[in-house]
Every structure is written in structure tokens, then in C-alpha cells.
């Protein structure tokens, strides 16, 4: 009830705090509540001592979690004094250590400017000291510092190295020569010990090494000289095989009792008609190669003699009117004879062989003209057909270029290289003044005598390789052997279009590089096959007129004689050369 009464009594309170109800004279004393602080006790005796500037003589203990006061810079860097730790040998607490042998503080200083000053130190006896401030002070002796200059191991003058490189030298090279006579002879001979090392210490690059040359078993000897003929032979040398040449002449007498030569064309050989036939039968064949017969060729205009390229490298002449028999054999080549031609009047011809050469034969004679050779393989050789440039070969190459030799001074004149591929043919056309080449890049392309840019490219992707090409009789037209079993026309006017309207086909060539022949009168085209047939095709209408089976195995050539309109010679991979009317 008291309570309630005081808390009536209070709330009746005027504004001067007093209760108007009571009296002035009234003695009872008002009632305050005790003020309380949620603030931490704080032991403020430092901070007066502080506030006074007293010098604070005691360090923060390091062992102490809370610090009750704040405590000035100096204090929290002061180094630890007084007493011993109780458990610590050197007086410094467990919590302070970070090394076996104390409190190591970090210090920032780069790790070359270390090794630098600690190499100088140990080299010269001085080092800058890192707790300077200024940077130029020094410990250590400094009679050498001012000796030296106060330089540093990095900084040696450029022309105290060089110096010191000569002198280091010098002193390797004296206790080289010194250590000649004062090594012990074992000593040098035991691989084990330094001595040998130093006396066979020798560089690299010294040269030569040193050593007994021994000589060479015979077994030894003969790989060398095996691996010294192959290692010529893939470089593809100057030169291809050297070869003897030789021939023999088979006939009766070299000249007949008029004295002309066995050479000399009949006087009454000329034309029958100019109507031409299909031939039925087989007149004559000629047998004298020991291997294939890669191709034939009829002597120009008269056709009393026909020359064959072997596989066995053997090139012959036969006689076609008379005797029918071998007249004479050229010797000159150690592999197969690939290519031969007549030169236009016959006196003379031209064979390409494996052996990487090429030479130029007299045909009466039989001797060697000239030979000539790049090292590659010729696959095709001509001569110029104009009469006075009988003296410009061209010869297809096995490493995509045509060369063009003139013959009288041995040099090489041109060289046409824009072929990727293998040259196969090389056919001259608009009277002479270009030729069109064929390759195994599947492409034809047309050049300008003498001069080696292609005037044009004739390559599309369903063309394939044509290894066989022939000129019409009219000169307008070429008959391409393509190897996807037909034969292409293609015209030798500006464009040298494919004729779409002329196909020739039946005959199976894939693989070979059958000869492809017109008739002279133009109006039968010619070729042999993979299964030893001459097929015959008519000109106009493109249909096939007749097959003869010819040979066993592959008929390579196939030649119309120029004067008998009506027989054909055909040669084969059998080795022989048959001769149909």
C-alpha cells in the first residue's frame, strides 16, 4: 500500500518536481534510483601515467592474450628483456622463436642484391650493410674496399674479364703441358683416374677423330661399293650407265655390186593406189628379240625396212621387201630399250632406254653420234620434224620435264617443266610450231616450240592417262589412247577441243600403253590391246570394222606401211613382230 502511495504521491508532481499537496516546510528526502553502466571496467592507471608523459619503462609481456590499455608504438616493437624464461635456455619465449637459434625477422631485401653482397663478402672481405639506412655504409675490411674501388663480383670491368679469361687459360694450358711429364705413366693409362681424363680431354668439335684406319674385309668392301652404286643411282648422277657400243650387220654385204648401200630404198617403190585396206591374214613374222618388243617403226616414206625396240636392249632392222630377215643389230644399252624415231630421211634414229641414256645412231653404220642423258629416264624422244631443225631433240622425262637438246653442240637448249606427272608423248602439231605432251598427271598441254609456258592445259576430272597420242593424216585431228579403254579426239585447231561426237572403244588398254595408228588415207584408226588383238575402227562412223588376234600377251605397236596401203606390222610382249596383208 506504501508503494501505491508513493506512486500516487509521484505522479502528482508539479513541474518543479515538488508535490503541490505537500508543504514547503515537509523534511522527507526525495528517492533516485543508483545509475548503472554497461561499459568494462578499465584500469586507467596507465592511461593517467601515460597522460602525465611518464616514460613506460615495462614491455608488453608476449605471453599476454588481452591488452588492457592502448599502448604506444615504441612499446609494441621494444625488444623483450628482463629476466630468463623459466623453459627457454636463451631467455626467449617458445611463442617468439621461428628458428633453431631464435627470433629471425624478415628483411626486404632482393635475393640477387643477397648473393651478390655474400659473394663479395667472401671474395673481398667486405659487403654493404643491409641495416644502414643511407645504403652507403660498409663492414668488413675497408682497406680493400678502397682499394677496389668499392665494386662488387657482378660489376668487374668488361676488360677484366677478358684479361682474366686469357690468364685462366694460359694457367689450363701450362698444367696441361706440366702435366705431361709429371703424370705417372699408369696414372695416363688407367681410363679410372684424372690424369687420363686430362690428358684426353679434347672437344667436340676438335676435328677428326683419331684412330687406326683399319683396312676392310672383302665382305666389307663389297657392301661399300654396293651401297656407293645404289647411293649413285637414287642421287641420279650426270650420266646414266656407260655402255660399250657395238653392232652387228647380218645381211650378205654392206653394198651391192652398183655400190649402193643396203640402205638405199627401191627405185620403184611407190604408192599402189591411195585406197586403203583392212588387212586379213599374216604374210611374215619376224623373230630375233629374246624379250618383249616395246615398239616399231617403219623407215620414213618407203617402208622397205622397219626398226624395233626390245626389252632385251637390243634395237634391230629388218628388212621388209625382200629377204625379210634381220639386217642389222645395235648394242648400246644395258637395260630395256623404251622409245625409238627415225630422223625424216632415215639415215639416222634416236633410242631412249632405262639405262637413263639416249643416243643417236647411225642407221647404216651402226655407230654412236652422240649420247646424251640427265640422269632421269626418257620415256619419249623426238626430233623436230622440220628439215632444218633436224638437229633439235626433245625427250620426255621421268621427272616431269621435257629437255630439248641441240644435237650439234650437246648443250641443253630448254627446258619445258610444268608437268606433275611423268612425260609420256610428245606430238607436233599446226606445221610444226607447237607440240601437245601428254603425262601421267592425266593433263594434255600444248607448248610453243622454244618457248616453255603452256599455251593450254587441258585437264578435267574424268580424264585419265593417255601414255599413246597420233596425228591424223590431215594433221586436224589427235587420237589420244586413254586408259579408261577408249580412244579421244581431240581437234589441233586454236581450242584443241575434245571431239564429243568421236569415241573409239571395245578394246581393253588399262594398264598398257598400246600404240594408237591412223591408216594413210585417213579413214581407219588403229590400235593393239591388252590381250594381244589389233583392233580396227572406222573413221566415221566410229564402229569397230574388225579384230585380228595377233600375239600372246600385250600388242604393244601397231604400224600402217606407208606405201602398201594394205598391210600392217604388229609387235607384242611375246618378242615378236608380225607383219599382216
Known amino acids: 500500500m506504501d508503494l501505491l502511495q508513493n506512486y500516487h504521491n509521484d505522479d502528482e508532481l508539479d513541474e518543479h518536481g515538488q508535490n503541490p499537496n505537500s508543504s514547503p516546510d515537509s523534511s522527507s528526502p526525495p528517492r533516485l534510483l543508483p545509475s548503472k553502466s554497461a561499459a568494462p571496467k578499465v584500469d586507467d592507471t596507465m592511461l593517467a601515467l601515460t597522460v602525465a608523459n611518464q616514460t613506460l619503462s615495462k614491455p608488453i609481456d608476449p605471453v599476454q592474450h588481452a591488452v588492457a590499455f592502448n599502448p604506444t608504438y615504441d612499446q609494441l616493437w621494444a625488444p623483450v628483456l628482463g629476466p630468463a624464461h623459466p623453459y627457454a635456455k636463451d631467455g626467449i619465449a617458445q611463442g617468439m622463436r621461428n628458428h633453431k637459434l631464435g627470433f629471425v625477422e624478415n628483411a626486404a631485401i632482393d635475393s640477387f642484391v643477397f648473393d651478390e653482397q655474400y659473394n663479395t663478402f667472401h671474395k673481398y672481405g667486405y659487403a654493404a650493410d643491409p641495416s644502414a639506412s643511407a645504403g652507403n655504409n660498409y663492414v668488413g675490411d675497408l682497406d680493400t674496399l678502397e682499394k677496389t674501388n668499392g665494386i662488387s663480383v657482378y660489376n668487374i670491368p668488361q676488360h677484366e674479364q677478358k684479361k682474366r679469361k686469357i690468364?685462366?687459360?694460359?694457367?689450363?694450358?701450362?698444367?696441361?703441358?706440366?702435366?705431361?711429364?709429371?703424370?705417372?705413366?699408369?696414372?695416363?693409362?688407367?681410363?679410372?683416374?684424372?690424369?687420363?681424363?686430362?690428358?684426353?680431354?679434347?672437344?667436340?668439335?676438335?676435328?677428326?677423330?683419331?684412330?687406326?684406319?683399319?683396312?676392310?674385309?672383302?665382305?666389307?668392301?663389297?657392301?661399300?661399293?654396293?651401297?656407293?652404286?645404289?647411293?649413285?643411282?637414287?642421287?641420279?648422277?650426270?650420266?646414266?650407265?656407260?655402255?660399250?657400243?657395238?653392232?652387228?650387220?647380218?645381211?650378205?654385204?654392206?653394198?651391192?655390186?652398183?655400190?649402193?648401200?643396203?640402205?638405199?630404198?627401191?627405185?620403184?617403190?611407190?604408192?599402189?593406189?591411195d585406197h586403203c585396206y583392212i588387212p586379213k591374214r599374216l604374210v611374215h613374222t619376224w623373230s630375233g628379240h629374246t624379250k618383249g618388243v616395246s615398239a616399231i617403226r617403219f623407215f620414213p616414206k618407203y617402208g622397205h625396212l622397219i626398226l624395233s625396240a626390245g626389252m632385251d636392249t637390243k634395237v634391230k632392222i629388218w628388212d621388209v621387201f625382200n629377204s625379210g630377215k634381220?639386217?642389222?643389230?645395235?648394242?648400246?644399252?644395258?637395260?630395256?630399250?623404251?622409245?625409238?624415231?627415225?630422223?625424216?630421211?632415215?639415215?639416222?634414229?634416236?633410242?631412249?632406254?632405262?639405262?637413263?641414256?639416249?643416243?643417236?645412231?647411225?642407221?647404216?653404220?651402226?655407230?654412236?653420234?652422240?649420247?646424251?642423258?640427265?640422269?632421269?629416264?626418257?620415256?619419249?624422244?623426238?626430233?623436230?620434224?622440220?628439215?632444218?631443225?633436224?638437229?633439235?631433240?626433245?625427250?620426255?622425262?621421268?621427272?616431269?620435264?621435257?629437255?630439248?637438246?641441240?644435237?650439234?653442240?650437246?648443250?641443253?637448249?630448254?627446258?619445258?617443266?610444268q608437268h606433275l606427272g611423268a612425260v609420256n608423248t610428245i606430238t607436233f602439231v599446226d606445221n610444226n610450231r607447237r607440240f601437245v605432251t601428254s603425262s601421267d598427271d592425266k593433263s594434255l598441254r600444248v607448248w610453243e616450240f622454244g618457248i616453255p609456258v603452256v599455251i593450254k592445259y587441258i585437264s578435267e576430272p574424268h580424264m585419265h592417262s593417255m601414255p599413246a597420242?597420233?596425228?591424223?593424216?590431215?594433221?586436224?585431228?589427235?587420237?589420244?589412247?586413254?586408259?579408261?579403254?577408249?580412244?579421244?579426239?581431240?581437234?589441233?585447231?586454236?581450242?584443241?577441243?575434245?571431239?564429243?561426237?568421236?569415241?573409239?572403244?571395245?578394246?581393253?588398254?588399262?594398264?598398257?600403253?598400246?600404240?594408237?595408228?591412223?591408216?594413210?588415207?585417213?579413214?581407219?584408226?588403229?590400235s593393239g590391246d591388252g590381250e594381244g588383238k589389233c583392233w580396227f575402227w572406222d573413221w566415221k562412223s566410229c564402229k569397230v570394222f574388225r579384230t585380228l588376234k595377233c600375239h600372246e600377251g600385250v600388242c604393244i605397236g601397231c604400224e600402217w606401211h606407208p606405201l602398201e596401203q594394205s598391210k600392217v606390222a604388229t609387235c607384242g610382249w611375246d618378242g615378236l613382230i608380225k607383219y599382216w596383208d
Open 167 to 273: 690468364e685462366k687459360k694460359r694457367e689450363v694450358t701450362e698444367e696441361e703441358g706440366d702435366g705431361d711429364d709429371v703424370m705417372d705413366k699408369e696414372e695416363v693409362e688407367n681410363p679410372a683416374t684424372d690424369a687420363w681424363l686430362m690428358k684426353n680431354r679434347k672437344s667436340p668439335w676438335a676435328g677428326k677423330k683419331e684412330g687406326l684406319q683399319t683396312e676392310l674385309s672383302e665382305e666389307q668392301q663389297k657392301y661399300a661399293e654396293e651401297h656407293a652404286r645404289k647411293k649413285a643411282e637414287k642421287a641420279g648422277g650426270e650420266k646414266g650407265e656407260v655402255v660399250a657400243d657395238k653392232t652387228t650387220f647380218h645381211g650378205k654385204e654392206e653394198r651391192d655390186y652398183q655400190g649402193r648401200s643396203w640402205l638405199a630404198p627401191p627405185k620403184d617403190a611407190k604408192a599402189s593406189n
Open 326 to 417: 634381220c639386217m642389222r643389230t645395235y648394242m648400246g644399252h644395258s637395260k630395256a630399250v623404251r622409245d625409238i624415231s627415225f630422223c625424216n630421211d632415215g639415215t639416222k634414229f634416236l633410242t631412249a632406254s632405262y639405262d637413263k641414256n639416249i643416243k643417236y645412231w647411225d642407221t647404216e653404220t651402226g655407230q654412236v653420234i652422240s649420247t646424251f642423258s640427265t640422269g632421269k629416264i626418257p620415256y619419249v624422244v623426238k626430233l623436230n620434224p622440220d628439215d632444218d631443225k633436224q638437229n633439235i631433240l626433245l625427250a620426255g622425262m621421268s621427272d616431269k620435264k621435257i629437255v630439248q637438246w641441240d644435237m650439234n653442240s650437246g648443250q641443253i637448249t630448254q627446258e619445258y617443266d
Open 469 to 526: 597420242i597420233s596425228l591424223h593424216p590431215n594433221s586436224n585431228w589427235l587420237a589420244a589412247q586413254s586408259l579408261d579403254n577408249q580412244i579421244l579426239i581431240y581437234s589441233t585447231r586454236e581450242r584443241f577441243q575434245l571431239n564429243k561426237k568421236k569415241r573409239f572403244a571395245g578394246h581393253i588398254v588399262a594398264g598398257y600403253a598400246c600404240q594408237v595408228n591412223f591408216s594413210p588415207d585417213g579413214r581407219f584408226v588403229m
